[in-house]
């Protein structure tokens, strides 16, 4: 089936269109089963336990401090945690990258903007101009950073740097979303931060994309073509996902409003049907669905909202359970599974959807 999408908000309209070429993904070099993080915290509450417990995660890739002589790892102060931030997504960073380059079968000599997401730590340069220097990459590279907006960042770092793709036809662009979730942890015992401390891991995954000539929606190349992209705010729900300061830590802090999963699967049949509108698809044409892994019930809520089996979210699901969500850079590690599953197939529509603070939903459509 073959669509022809008129020019609106969110679709791709240039002369070329961007393509996804490569994918890499890199974690820190330390995994923990649930029980090992409870253990490593020293949580005994039967309550918080449950928490950890009923996740869906088994293991997941952490930075934790040492334990001291006594055995007890203290709580690090900011500046350990911006330093560990620093630390960890620029080494995850260049591993991910370096990935993707090769997969898309390119060098670091050809790359041509460089935007970098995260949301676990601030630096001033930013992480684009630390990996410029850090792995000896042209001087006039271009380069954006997209910081604090959270888990759905990803996508809107992959429709701005779509933008730059197709006014730079056959210039390769990477979008880099790198995240030290480690390094937002708060080693307390509180119900509070036990729904963080028990879901966040850290990853970093890189895509690259490349225009060339659009021709009926689909440029030349290996990976999907972007073809449109969709976003929902949910105003009313601004203060259900937040990373700020706590008062009390003397730290950043993040939190998680208990109703997100609802409120966030309440809203995906919405912005899905403004991302297939006007493009004759139906839900059953798309036979790709890529979903941010923020949750078990993040996950179920989204799978009973838009009508999708659990099939349809395996590699969702798979990510969330060996890694646990990884913020922005989650929908690239399920990516990269398909890819490596090699079920897609010329002529397949996928949707990639991201989700986060705001409360916001970001989609694409894509088609191999």
Not at 50 to 68: C, E, H, K, M, W
Not at 300 to 314: A, C, E, K, M, P
Request: with cysteine; hydrophobic share 40%.
């Amino acid at each position: 089936m073959t669509i022809t999408l008129e020019a609106g908000e969110g679709v791709v309209t240039a002369a070329y269109r961007p393509r996804i070429i490569g994918v890499g993904t890199a974690v820190s070099p330390t995994s923990y089963s649930q029980q090992e993080v409870l253990d490593a915290f020293a949580i005994t509450d039967p309550r918080i336990g449950s928490v950890f417990r009923n996740s869906a995660i088994d293991r997941r890739y952490l930075t934790l401090p040492d334990p001291g002589p006594d055995g007890v790892r203290s709580p690090e102060t900011q500046g350990d945690l911006l330093d560990k931030h620093r630390r960890s997504a620029i080494e995850m960073g260049a591993e991910a990258l370096r990935a993707c380059l090769k997969r898309a079968g390119a060098e670091l000599s050809d790359l041509r903007h460089l935007c970098c997401v995260t949301s676990t730590g601030f630096l001033t340069p930013g992480i684009s101009a630390l990996l410029i220097r850090e792995l000896g990459i042209d001087r006039h590279c271009s380069r954006s950073d997209i910081v604090g907006m959270g888990c759905n960042a990803g996508l809107n770092a992959l429709n701005v740097v779509a933008g730059w793709s197709a006014a730079h036809p056959g210039e390769l662009a990477v979008v880099l979303c790198t995240e030290a979730c480690s390094a937002a942890y708060a080693m307390d015992s509180t119900m509070r931060t036990a729904v963080v401390n028990s879901l966040f891991g850290d990853g970093a995954g890189a895509v690259a994309l490349r225009s060339g000539p659009a021709e009926d929606g689909v440029a030349g190349g290996e990976g999907p073509t972007l073809l449109k992209f969709a976003s929902c705010i949910i105003p009313e729900a601004v203060g259900a996902m937040r990373y700020d300061w706590d008062r009390d830590l003397e730290r950043f802090s993040f939190y998680l409003d208990p109703q997100v999963p609802y409120v966030v699967g309440a809203h995906a049949e919405i912005v899905i049907d403004r991302l297939l509108a006007g493009t004759g698809l139906r839900r059953a044409d798309i036979r790709h669905w890529l979903v941010h892994s923020g949750g078990k019930k993040v996950i179920d809520s989204v799978v009973v909202n838009i009508g999708l089996t659990r099939y349809d979210l395996r590699h969702t699901v798979g990510v969330l359970r060996d890694y646990g969500n990884v913020s922005s850079g989650s929908f690239l590690f399920s990516y990269e599974r398909l890819l490596d599953e090699k079920a897609a197939e010329p002529g397949d529509y996928g949707v990639l959807m991201t989700m986060g603070p705001g409360s916001t939903l970001e989609t694409v459509l894509v088609k191999w």
